[in-house]
């Protein structure tokens, strides 16, 4: 591997890609420190439902939103916008008609995402400026602000901070497309990889805190060698269980028609239609959880405005609002996997078109051995699909719940339990094996060996 390695850095162009990609996520890094100008303390939150909230969607939006920075927004607006282009361009015909141009009607969409970004920037940031800094007890502006006497941040400095923030996340979205263009690996998925790898450090660290000696057993809170033990099991455990499922195909075997060309025949060849077994990626579990906190925030926001009026609706909103919360509540758990189930149909059938690629493989010729092209192709492929996405959901489902069970039950912290399943270890592997492939692609082209042949 070192050897390979030592291959890969004397390469001048591989090199210079790999360089210019740590130099701009180093750029990221940076920036991802810089608070705004109207802050002058750390946020935080007293509101244990809203912090929870912003830790989770924190995961898969390459920066805290806990903490007032120059990207307080990260990179999610710009994923928002690609999500909201990729769901039109399925039923609304001009951008149907544009995604089927090619090379052109990319660009065209991709500058629209970049439009409907800047709004989405302006909106989230007015909100997010508005409603972050408020306590969670007072419903007042903290002390975080630069205050004029009256604790409220003046229209000026919201306009400044709004302006920072949008353009910190149009800066994002450019860096991502540079190191497209110019790096290496896909530029947005590597800004939101570098925000998880980031906080492996802490999650280490807070290992540290609760380490003692002796044997612990599963107490709530401590860490002893047997349960650390048990971690690092667990750990490679999911790692592989996760590059797995992420790898694993469902291989439909295909036939190009013969054709003769003077005395040569050609085509006749039998090759393979890969399907994904996991084909909706991370999307049903952020689309899942980004639903459940919803509740969640809303009974509890419902508790306190009725707190000290009616204790039977006080007691109700309580519940609710704990219920949806996470942790051991058997009922958001069994929501959780439900709309987990329900978003991975939802999202393949947005995804893939079995009728279009029975059309692609009727006009190249190819045909699927025992079916006939058009209507019985299509259906076939989506019969396929359909079985091979119930094993997909189930599998999603089981990795999105890891880390809430290892929190409540080994009693680690939830940001270390965070690194054993869910968005963050889905999003991480597969980024990593996407840059791989790359790396590989260079290597192959220069009658090197790939990073994974031995």
């Known amino acids: 591997m070192l050897e390979k390695l030592r291959v890969v850095f004397t390469i001048p162009e591989l090199r210079q890609k790999i360089l210019l990609t740590l130099l701009l996520l180093g750029v990221y890094r940076i920036g991802y420190q810089i608070r705004l100008p109207v802050v002058k303390n750390t946020f935080q939150q007293s509101a244990s439902d809203l912090n929870s909230f912003l830790e989770k969607v924190?995961?898969?939006?390459?920066?805290?939103?806990?903490?007032?920075?120059?990207?307080?927004l990260g990179i999610m607006p710009y994923i928002s916008a690609?999500?909201?282009?990729?769901?039109?361009?399925?039923?609304?015909?001009?951008?149907?008609?544009?995604?089927?141009?090619?090379?052109?009607?990319?660009?065209?969409?991709?500058?629209?995402?970049?439009?409907?970004?800047?709004?989405?920037?302006?909106?989230?940031?007015?909100?997010?400026?508005?409603?972050?800094?408020?306590?969670?007890?007072?419903?007042?502006?903290?002390?975080?602000?630069?205050?004029?006497?009256?604790?409220?941040?003046?229209?000026?400095?919201?306009?400044?901070?709004?302006?920072?923030?949008?353009?910190?996340?149009?800066?994002?979205?450019?860096?991502?497309?540079?190191?497209?263009?110019?790096?290496?690996?896909?530029?947005?998925?590597?800004?939101?990889?570098?925000?998880?790898?980031?906080?492996?450090?802490?999650?280490?660290?807070?290992?540290?805190?609760?380490?003692?000696?002796?044997?612990?057993?599963?107490?709530?809170?401590?860490?002893?060698?047997?349960?650390?033990?048990?971690?690092?099991?667990?750990?490679?455990?999911?790692?592989?269980?996760?590059?797995?499922?992420?790898?694993?195909?469902?291989r439909i075997p295909t036939q190009s028609a013969k054709h003769v060309r003077g005395r040569r025949v050609y085509g006749g060849t039998k090759q393979y239609l890969p399907l994904r077994l996991n084909q909706s990626g991370v999307m049903p579990i952020i689309f899942a959880s980004s639903l459940l906190m919803i509740p969640g925030v809303l009974f509890g926001a419902l508790a306190a405005l009725v707190a000290g009026r009616s204790d039977w609706?006080?007691?109700?909103?309580?519940?609710?609002?704990?219920?949806?919360?996470?942790?051991?509540?058997?009922?958001?758990?069994?929501?959780?996997?439900?709309?987990?189930?329900?978003?991975?149909?939802f999202w393949t059938s947005i995804t893939f078109n079995p009728k279009e690629m029975s059309d692609n493989l009727k006009d190249h010729g190819t045909f699927i051995p025992g079916y006939r092209p058009g209507k019985r192709t299509a259906d076939y492929l989506e019969k396929v699909m359909v079985r091979i996405t119930y094993v997909g959901a189930a599998f999603l489902a089981a990795i999105a719940i890891i880390p809430t069970m290892v929190s409540s039950q080994v009693g680690v912290p939830y940001n270390v339990a965070a690194f054993y399943g869910g968005t963050g270890l889905l999003i991480a592997v597969s980024v990593a094996f996407d840059l791989i492939q790359k790396i590989d692609n260079h290597l192959l082209m220069r009658n090197y060996k790939g990073l994974l042949e031995s």
């Open 82 to 250: 690609s999500i909201i282009f990729q769901l039109l361009g399925t039923f609304w015909p001009p951008i149907e008609r544009l995604r089927k141009e090619g090379e052109a009607g990319r660009k065209k969409i991709n500058e629209y995402t970049r439009y409907l970004t800047v709004l989405i920037c302006v909106i989230q940031s007015w909100v997010y400026l508005r409603y972050m800094g408020m306590d969670g007890q007072t419903g007042r502006v903290a002390e975080q602000f630069f205050a004029d006497g009256t604790q409220s941040l003046s229209f000026g400095w919201q306009l400044a901070a709004v302006a920072i923030m949008t353009c910190g996340t149009v800066f994002l979205m450019w860096l991502g497309e540079q190191i497209d263009e110019y790096g290496i690996g896909n530029g947005i998925s590597l800004l939101i990889m570098a925000g998880i790898v980031a906080q492996m450090p802490k999650a280490i660290w807070d290992i540290r805190q609760n380490m003692q000696s002796s044997l612990s057993g599963l107490t709530q809170g401590k860490i002893g060698p047997d349960v650390l033990l048990v971690l690092a099991v667990l750990f490679v455990a999911v790692v592989f269980a996760v590059v797995f499922i992420t790898l694993a195909q469902r």
């Open 313 to 345: 609706w006080t007691a109700l909103f309580s519940g609710l609002a704990s219920m949806f919360q996470g942790g051991t509540s058997f009922m958001y758990n069994l929501l959780f996997i439900a709309l987990i189930f329900f978003f991975c149909y």
């Open 58 to 72: 924190s995961v898969f939006a390459a920066t805290d939103l806990r903490s007032l920075t120059i990207f307080g």
